[in-house]
């Protein structure tokens, strides 16, 4: 490898780890790491550091948790200080400010989960699959003010079949993400920078942040794309209905063909029907219990055949 860039890297969760981790084994030196604030988790809400700031503390990588590099002018004028070649950003969170984007020689590179111009914003993965896209892709990306909309650099694809789960993708992404990023460096190191592509605004798709009303599952619809639902919020936020006014979250499902009014429970099994269909809910878990088999929740929540979920 030519001389190896001085980096730094910002990023938050699980996602960007693998693409840090790579970074550190491909030679390149990564001075600083950038990740958000510590926040409370668990039934004590305790302070958590981030998954990527946990594991730059591992690779004893000073780490940086500005609230606010927009806001805050002296984070920003430490990060100048840091004289980078390039800053890599892997689902960081925070919004970099002109300056933070203009300091690094060769500026600030994303690694976006999809190919863009489709599913700019903040949850492409299960956006993607909830679309009922058959491919996407990671996009290294040279960052500007706008969402998500400067030029590309590097793409990769990754396939999504009638069997992906958003978790499954996730993994297969930040894989992909974490080759292609080294890659792009190596050929900026080597001055031979890929030439950058303006996105085209036609084909252009805004992945709307995930909130939990996204699950609520609409018995109306087929039973396959309330599948596909299933596959796009798992785990989160995860998908669920209502019995007796309580919530049931569903954890494993399978599609079956026997059919009826949307919504009616047509065995002890717990088989729901849906708009065209019907769902097996293998696992469920009744509000403030266990995960258990749709049979056991039958029982327990005196539910009989013929009997409707909302």
């Given at each position: 490898m030519n001389k190896p860039l001085k980096i730094a890297f910002m990023g938050t969760p699980e996602f960007a780890v693998?693409?840090?981790?790579?970074?550190?084994?491909?030679g390149h030196e990564v001075v600083c790491v950038y990740s958000q604030p510590p926040r409370p988790a668990g039934r004590g809400h305790k302070l958590q550091p981030s998954p990527v700031q946990l594991r730059a503390e591992e690779l004893q990588i000073p780490v940086r948790t500005p609230l606010s590099l927009k806001k805050d002018a002296e984070a920003r004028r430490a990060f100048a200080e840091l004289h980078l070649d390039a800053a890599v950003v892997a689902a960081y969170g925070l919004i970099l400010p002109q300056d933070v984007l203009d300091a690094p020689k060769y500026g600030c590179l994303n690694i976006h989960?999809?190919?863009?111009?489709?599913?700019?914003?903040?949850?492409?993965?299960?956006r993607a699959i909830l679309a009922g896209d058959?491919?996407?892709?990671i996009c290294i990306m040279q960052m500007e003010a706008g969402l998500d909309t400067g030029p590309v650099l590097m793409r990769g694809t990754v396939p999504i079949t009638n069997t992906t789960t958003a978790s499954q993708l996730h993994d297969a992404l930040a894989a992909r993400g974490a080759g292609l990023i080294v890659e792009t460096l190596n050929l900026i190191a080597a001055g031979k920078a890929p030439a950058p592509q303006k996105q085209p605004e036609a084909g252009s798709t805004y992945a709307v942040m995930l909130t939990k009303e996204d699950g609520r599952i609409d018995w109306t619809q087929p039973a396959a794309e309330i599948e596909r639902q299933f596959r796009a919020l798992h785990p989160w936020p995860g998908v669920w209905c209502t019995?007796?006014?309580?919530r049931l979250k569903v954890l494993e499902v399978s599609i079956e063909k026997a059919g009826g009014e949307p919504?009616?429970?047509?065995?002890?099994?717990l088989t729901v029907a849906c708009g065209a269909g019907s769902l097996l809910l293998k696992k469920v878990q009744p509000q403030d219990r266990k995960p258990m088999d749709?049979?056991?929740?039958?029982n327990g929540a005196h539910l009989h055949v013929g009997d409707t979920l909302s």
């Open positions: 693998q693409a840090l981790d790579a970074l550190v084994e491909s989960a999809s190919l863009l111009p489709r599913w700019r914003g903040a949850a492409p993965i299960q058959t491919e996407t892709g019995y007796h006014d309580q919504g009616q429970i047509l065995d002890r099994r749709g049979a056991s929740f039958m």
